[in-house]
Structure formats: structure tokens, C-alpha cells
T-cell receptor, first 114, second 111 residues
Framework: GAGVSQSPSNKVTEKGKDVELRCDPISGHTALYWYRQRLGQGLEFLIYFQGNSAPDKSGLPSDRFSAERTGESVSTLTIQRTQQEDSAVYLC????????????FGPGTRLTVL | QKEVEQDPGPLSVPEGAIVSLNCTYSNSAFQYFMWYRQYSRKGPELLMYTYSSGNKEDGRFTAQVDKSSKYISLFIRDSQPSDSATYLCAIASGGSYIPTFGRGTSLIVHP
């Protein structure tokens, strides 16, 4: 079946612009996660959704970052007033439930802020 | 000190070699241990996970956990060029299954 998809695959933007990244999880997966991966670094947790509520958003680095999820479907991560340090790959993952259920990752969105 | 430490490499080995990839961690509350493989420009995929100390084998891959030393390893036997990727360890506590990732080790298996 279809895996996790993310769009766009690449995004180049100018400093100060807003960007919106999209994640389509695997159908039926209730849990959804956003991570950031800077070059040569491990994955940095941003936010976790269970359904359309976000019980853990402790990883969002600043109030410029926000995310929402519609039901148990699409999620969008919005970065306002982008900065050069926001340049990274943004990865989305989904899992059937929470806890130890396997997370399936999308291919990521590569964001470059000039 | 980072919660999870992993040497970024790169680690270059000839085809057929046994590969050893390692991570150390600092939080004794961690009890769920995972290894992910990430090919270039792809998302990570889960290779193996384990809850307990000791070894877990799956084909050419063996995951080893030593909780007393806070040290985990992934061994790859008979390595193949298709194993060339970045391998990330990820560790979670029982209270929160949001994993903490190592920075990944880049592995290159040359023919």
C-alpha cells in the first residue's frame, strides 16, 4: 500500500517568508510525528499528534513553528518568518497507534532558506 | 553530554566484512532500543528494535544491548554494497516513546 508522502520534496525560500509543509500519513494511522534533520545530525523531535490533538509539542523550537492535523489525516507544519537556521530536512512519520508501534517515515521535505 | 552519542564515520569496509556500529547513552530510564537505516535522500526505515539486554538476530543483522554499560551495537554480517547507508540508533524511555536519535553513522561497503 501507499506509504507516508510529503510535499513539496524541496523548498527554497527567502529569509523572512512563511512556508507550509505537508504530510499525508498511511491510511488508518492515528499517530503522526514531525522531526527535523539538520545536515550530519540525528533526527530532532518537533511534535506528536494522536488523532487531531497534539499531546506533545515540546520539540517545537520557537513560536514561529506551528502544526495542525485534520482528523486522522493530513498534517501541515508551518514555519513563519523563516531564518537560515531553519534550513534542514523535515521528516514526517506515522504509526498505527502510539507507544512502541513502528513509525513509518516519509521521504522528507528539504528546506533551504537563503 | 548528549543523551545519545554515535560516531558519524564514515565507516568504509570491503564487501563481505563484518560491520560493527555503536551508540552510547546516558539516561538509565531508556528501555526501548531501535536501529534505523536511512538511504540518501530517503526517510529512515526501522531495521530492528529490542527492549532488553542481550542479543536479537534478524538475518544478517544482530542488535546487542548492554544496559549496565549503556552501550548498544548493530552488527552486520557478510556486508553488501546495498548496505551502504546511514544507520541511526534511537532510544526511548517507557514513559515516553518519542525516541531520541543518534546523529547516525555513514557506512560505505565497497565491492
Amino acid at each position: 500500500g501507499a506509504g507516508v508522502s510529503q510535499s513539496p520534496s524541496n523548498k527554497v525560500t527567502e529569509k523572512g517568508k512563511d512556508v507550509e509543509l505537508r504530510c499525508d500519513p498511511i491510511s488508518g494511522h492515528t499517530a503522526l510525528y514531525w522531526y527535523r534533520q539538520r545536515l550530519g545530525q540525528g533526527l530532532e523531535f518537533l511534535i506528536y499528534f494522536q488523532g487531531n490533538s497534539a499531546p506533545d509539542k515540546s520539540g517545537l523550537p520557537s513560536d514561529r513553528f506551528s502544526a495542525e492535523r485534520t482528523g486522522e489525516s493530513v498534517s501541515t507544519l508551518t514555519i513563519q518568518r523563516t531564518q537560515q537556521e531553519d534550513s534542514a530536512v523535515y521528516l514526517c512519520a506515522s504509526s498505527y497507534g502510539q507507544g512502541t508501534d513502528t513509525q513509518y517515515f516519509g521521504p522528507g521535505t528539504r528546506l533551504t532558506v537563503l | 553530554q548528549k543523551e545519545v552519542e554515535q560516531d558519524p564515520g564514515p565507516l568504509s569496509v570491503p564487501e563481505g566484512a563484518i560491520v560493527s556500529l555503536n551508540c552510547t547513552y546516558s539516561n538509565s530510564a531508556f528501555q526501548y532500543f531501535m536501529w534505523y537505516r536511512q538511504y540518501s535522500r530517503k526517510g529512515p526505515e526501522l531495521l530492528m528494535y529490542t527492549y532488553s539486554s542481550g542479543n536479537k538476530e534478524d538475518g544478517r543483522f544482530t542488535a546487542q544491548v548492554d544496559k549496565s554499560s549503556k552501550y548498544i551495537s548493530l552488527f552486520i554480517r557478510d556486508s553488501q554494497p546495498s548496505d551502504s547507508a546511514t544507520y541511526l540508533c534511537a532510544i526511548a524511555s517507557g514513559g515516553s516513546y518519542i525516541p531520541t536519535f543518534g546523529r547516525g553513522t555513514s557506512l560505505i561497503v565497497h565491492p
